[in-house]
């Protein structure tokens, strides 16, 4: 079954425009992650923040993290119309044997 | 220098068919997976395995078969292929070890139609 939920399915923005994308889960995790894939491509990861982690940076992204709350967020500033893709949280969920569960992604469009 | 390679990218087969999907890895990775990702978009874990043991097997139908016959290498056989098994399937791998976690490397994907 499908760990994460993830908010808004579906997000169109304007270049230069900060995106926010939210995923929210049901158990207790290790560490969450968020992947981007690009229209007929793999998934590329883009950021891991570990369970006693609230908040992290990297580049133009920036995760955050409530474990009490199990949600996180995906912040992507200033964006560019390469970063038209959909985005994906996973969860390394505890007690499980070594495997990500993944959220139902978020599908982000940046037009000029 | 990729890093998990999956062969063939693209495969058209017919119903009933028996078609195997391979799998690479060159980052000294000791677990490796199979992901199946439908027309929605969902992604799915169908097998897991660490040092060539299968440690996870997502109540996958038994036409699928996984076989791993070394830490760098994990390939799935499909039997008898339905329309059903239209998907990507993507292979992934990752370093176990930390108790906090690490990152899961994807391939390219391979989009299998049944037709």
């Known amino acids: 079954s499908q760990q994460g939920e993830e908010d808004p399915q579906a997000l169109s923005i304007q270049e230069g425009e900060n995106a926010t994308m939210n995923c929210s889960y049901k158990?207790?995790?290790?560490?969450l992650q968020w992947y981007r894939q690009n229209s007929g491509r793999g998934l590329v990861h883009l950021i891991l923040?570990?369970?006693?982690?609230r908040e992290k940076h990297s580049g133009r992204l920036r995760v955050t993290l409530d474990t009490s709350k199990k949600s996180s967020s995906l912040l992507i500033t200033a964006s560019r119309a390469a970063d038209t893709a959909s985005y994906f949280c996973?969860?390394?969920?505890?007690?499980?044997?070594?495997?990500?569960?993944f959220g139902t992604g978020t599908r982000l469009q940046v037009t000029l | 220098d990729t890093a998990v390679s999956q062969t063939p990218k693209y495969l058209v087969t017919q119903m009933g068919n028996d078609k195997s999907i391979k799998c690479e890895q060159n980052?000294?990775?000791?677990?490796m997976y199979w992901y199946k990702q439908d027309s929605k978009k969902f992604l799915k874990i169908m097998f897991s395995?660490?040092?060539?043991?299968?440690?996870i097997n997502e109540t996958v139908p038994n036409r699928f078969s996984p076989k791993s016959p070394d830490k760098a290498h994990l390939n799935l056989h499909i039997n008898s292929l339905e329309l059903g098994d239209s998907a990507v399937y993507f292979c992934?791998?990752?370093?176990?070890?930390?108790?906090?976690?690490?990152?899961?490397?994807f391939g390219e994907g391979s989009w299998l139609t049944v037709v």
């Open positions: 992934a791998s990752r370093r176990q070890g930390s108790p906090s976690g690490n990152t899961i490397y």
């Open positions: 158990t207790s995790i290790n560490n």
């Open positions: 923040i570990r369970s006693n982690e």
């Open positions: 996973a969860t390394d969920d505890t007690g499980t044997a070594s495997k990500l569960t």
């Open positions: 980052l000294g990775h000791d677990t």
């Open positions: 395995y660490n040092n060539k043991e299968l440690i």
